[in-house]
């Protein structure tokens, strides 16, 4: 069955306009992350978070750069300045999605929404853990949900800005989409969802690489490409991160989550069960995987082993995604 739905028409890839709707969804979704860190701040009357700052004076410090001023001037600049970057951070994030939107990556609302809103996550957090601001692995709880809410508001808040830009364009252009009703996922929709998570928990760019590089256009499957050259050198450095070290654990399973559904998304069937086993694919794959390395490295040398998991990994990947 076919119902005709008004948006921008989803096969003519705009990366260009789809960047500066980005820009636009980011604003929205900048301001409504703001907006929920005040109220929550205000609701509970807890301290502002002195994480920004600590970004700034690691960051400063990595460059060599001082902050300069009085005692009370350097404080006024260091929350000024960490303000500052959580809007480029922002901004940069709903760029990074809409430009990815206008390739061709649409995703369901919901689906859409959270995964924008972990994008802003890991954009914030990864840097502070990196920079040594904050270690996200002594956080409580209390500390994720207060970070994660505010998030999920801007992905929630950016995803549907995107939506309706794309419906207000439709109106003023007059074009429609034909699109197929999501049907119930199919037992094979759901197995190469797992196994295409299972990927990703190995190279986390193949969630979404393995359907780019088998079904997108020629931007994205280089950008697909170039992302998991990039992983495979990084894989191979000394003081690589665990896989499952909270600081970049969320990213494969965001990666597993967000290649499921663009299978869901190609076979035109609903996406809350592919995604759900594309994150638990991930989570497995993860685990999985430093186990599969430590158990190499007994018997080859650690490069190789690496190297045979990234043949698997991308072969699986491949395979799992090619259109039905």
Do not use: C
């Not at 979404?208 to 256009?217: F, K, Q, R, Y």
């Not at 990039?230 to 894989?235: G, K, S």
């Amino acid at each position: 069955m076919t119902t005709t739905t008004r948006t921008a028409t989803p096969s003519t890839p705009r990366p260009g306009r789809g960047l500066v709707d980005g820009l636009a969804a980011g604003a929205v979704g900048t301001a409504v992350i703001n907006a929920v860190t005040y109220a929550d701040t205000a609701w509970r009357g807890r301290d502002a978070s002195t994480v920004p700052a600590q970004v700034v004076d690691a960051l400063a410090a990595r460059l060599d750069l001082h902050v300069g001023g009085s005692q009370r001037e350097r404080a006024n600049r260091r929350t000024a300045l960490g303000a500052l970057s959580g809007t480029v951070a922002g901004l940069a994030t709903g760029a990074v999605v809409g430009a990815a939107r206008g390739a061709g990556l649409r995703l369901p609302a919901g689906v859409g929404g959270v995964l924008t809103g972990a994008t802003a996550m890991l954009a914030t957090d990864l840097p502070a853990h990196a920079l040594g601001a904050t270690d996200v692995r002594t956080w409580t709880a209390q500390d994720w949900v207060s970070d994660a809410v505010p998030h999920l508001a801007y992905g929630l808040a950016a995803h549907a800005t995107l939506r309706r830009l794309d419906a207000a364009r439709a109106a003023r252009t007059g074009s429609t989409v034909v699109v197929d009703r999501p049907t119930r996922a199919s037992g094979g929709l759901l197995l190469r969802s797992a196994l295409l998570g299972l990927a990703a928990g190995g190279r986390s760019s193949l969630g979404l690489a393995g359907p780019a590089i088998t079904g997108s256009s020629a931007a994205a499957q280089f950008a697909a490409l170039s992302g998991l050259a990039a992983e495979v050198v990084a894989d191979k450095q000394p003081g690589a991160p665990a896989r499952t070290d909270p600081a970049v654990l969320p990213a494969r399973l965001a990666s597993g989550a967000a290649g499921a559904a663009l299978l869901a998304r190609r076979a035109h069937a609903r996406a809350a069960l592919p995604v759900l086993l594309g994150t638990a694919g991930a989570l497995a794959g993860s685990f999985a995987g430093v186990s599969y390395r430590a158990w190499a490295v007994r018997h080859v040398p650690d490069w190789q082993a690496a190297v045979a998991e990234d043949v698997v990994a991308t072969t699986l990947a491949v395979l799992v995604s090619r259109s039905r």
